[in-house]
């Protein structure tokens, strides 16, 4: 990296921490279109008062307090920092590049499965990461750090939590299991779906002591089972990427048995299934792009999957295949299209906002704008479901922060207004009258 960008890089971030270590100020922004993503719903022409880091009051003709600062939205949306969904942001820097990726462990030898549930990524998390503020200056301020199952040779990937993208270095949440099924993950198991449950059951025996530990069919460590009963009888939320009908049908069946809070990642064919899933009260965090059948697992793949499972009465967030840690600033391109596809407008919000902070034990503090949340906030330029809206300022703990990221650094440097090349203005590699400099 050029030492200059390098340097600017650095000074931001810097910039950054500073303003975070200040007094927080108190804020009052009038005048915005609060959508709130909780019980008040939007308020047009309201006001929201801020204080030492929290939400003070929502309403209308709020009174600032001396020294406040006073902002005037205009009448433009207000919403609370958006969920960037299940990533490895903070956990991989280049996808490319294997001594900056950590979720997955992979201890495996042979082909033999490895079962560590006590493995945890938020150990790695670095909260300096250049990835975390591209995502925060386009409202993007927490996301749930995941644990990557079948890369790690593995049907239980390990824990995560959800972490804020404010810099601070621990997860705000409690600890959430991630379990993979299905077709990508049958190779674990003797290369039938069956075979996962026959594993998942013996995992259950182990940590209720019907199998001894260290006997030959163990699979689990004492701090793996240790870990594993944190999630059983109503305990810990675990999240489960699987797809088929089928499977997620035998995923309510063994949840309920072991009365286990799961989350449904994925669910290309979850709408097949609405009435039971939102009976068990599970969550399904889907991806509304997903509809044409990838594979045998989504042949029911619908763009309206959001919307018929929304109507069914189910919790609706959303997730994203791929590279979710550097598009997490897509999730709000995802829910506008659940919306086009039939998603009422609230709830497409409240699947980035309120659904995953109530699902991932966050929601005393994240996910809604009311009185007692942290103050963390996003002013937008327009709607903030639609492709052409920007973040025009992010507060987090009710202090704004520098809307700068490497890549607007970037930016900045190669598109500005560049002084002739006698001046010595041209950047390195830039053409210029003598060649390349």
């Given amino acids: 990296m050029n030492r200059r960008v390098l340097n600017r890089s650095l000074l931001a971030v810097g910039l950054f921490v500073a303003t975070f270590g200040a007094s927080a100020r108190d804020v009052l922004i009038r005048n915005a279109t609060v959508h709130t993503a909780g019980a008040q719903g939007t308020l047009h022409h309201a006001d929201v008062l801020v204080g030492g880091g929290k939400v003070r009051a929502v309403g209308t003709g709020l009174t600032a307090p001396a ?8 009448g ?14 903070g956990l991989e820097e280049v996808s490319g590049e294997r001594a ?25 998390f670095n909260p300096e990461s250049v990835v975390i503020p591209v995502s925060r200056v386009e409202g993007i301020g927490w996301t749930l750090l995941g644990a990557n ?26 600890k959430v299991l991630f379990v993979k099924l299905g077709s990508e993950a049958s190779g674990l198991t003797g290369n039938s779906r069956a075979g996962q449950w026959m594993i998942l059951d013996q995992l259950i025996d182990e940590v209720r002591g019907r ?6 069919a163990a699979l689990l460590t004492p701090a793996g089972r240790a870990a594993l009963a944190r999630y059983l009888d109503g305990g ?7 797809h088929r009908a089928a499977d997620i049908r035998q995923l309510l069946r063994w ?41 045998f697992d989504s042949i029911g793949a619908s763009l309206e999957n959001a919307a018929r499972l929304r109507a069914a009465g189910v919790a609706v967030g959303f997730t994203q295949a791929g590279d979710a840690s550097h598009h997490a600033r897509k999730m709000r391109q995802l829910a506008g299209n659940a919306v086009a596809a039939g998603l009422p407008w609230e709830d497409g919000l409240a699947g980035l906002t309120r659904i995953p902070a109530e699902a991932f034990g966050v929601a005393d ?29 992010v507060w987090m703990d009710g202090q704004s922060i520098p809307m700068r990221s490497r890549q607007t650094e970037l930016r900045d440097r190669y598109l500005r207004a560049v002084p002739s090349a006698e001046q010595g203005g041209l950047p390195r590699a830039y053409p210029s009258a003598a060649g390349i400099r």
């Fill in 67 to 74: 020294g406040a600062e006073v902002i005037d939205a205009q």
């Fill in 76 to 89: 433009r949306p207000l919403t609370p920092t958006l969920f960037g969904g299940i990533t490895e942001i």
């Fill in 100 to 124: 900056t990726v950590d979720q997955a462990l992979a201890l495996g030898k042979g082909g033999e499965m490895s079962v560590r549930p006590e493995f945890d990524v938020t150990l790695a």
């Fill in 149 to 174: 199952a079948t890369q790690g040779g593995s049907l239980i990937g390990g824990q995560g939590a959800v972490v804020r993208l404010d810099g601070g270095p621990d997860p705000v949440g409690p």
């Fill in 211 to 216: 199998i001894a530990p260290g006997s030959h």
């Fill in 236 to 242: 810990g939320r675990v999240v489960v990427q699987v």
């Fill in 255 to 295: 949840a309920g048995r072991h009365k286990v809070r799961v989350a449904v990642a994925g669910g290309a064919e979850a709408w097949k299934l609405a009435p039971q899933l939102a009976a068990a009260k599970v969550p399904v965090f889907v991806d509304p792009l997903a509809n044409l059948p990838s594979d």
């Fill in 365 to 393: 503090e994240l996910g809604r704008i009311a009185p007692g949340q942290r103050a963390d906030l996003v002013l937008w330029s327009g709607d903030p479901l639609e492709v052409n809206s920007v973040a025009l300022q």
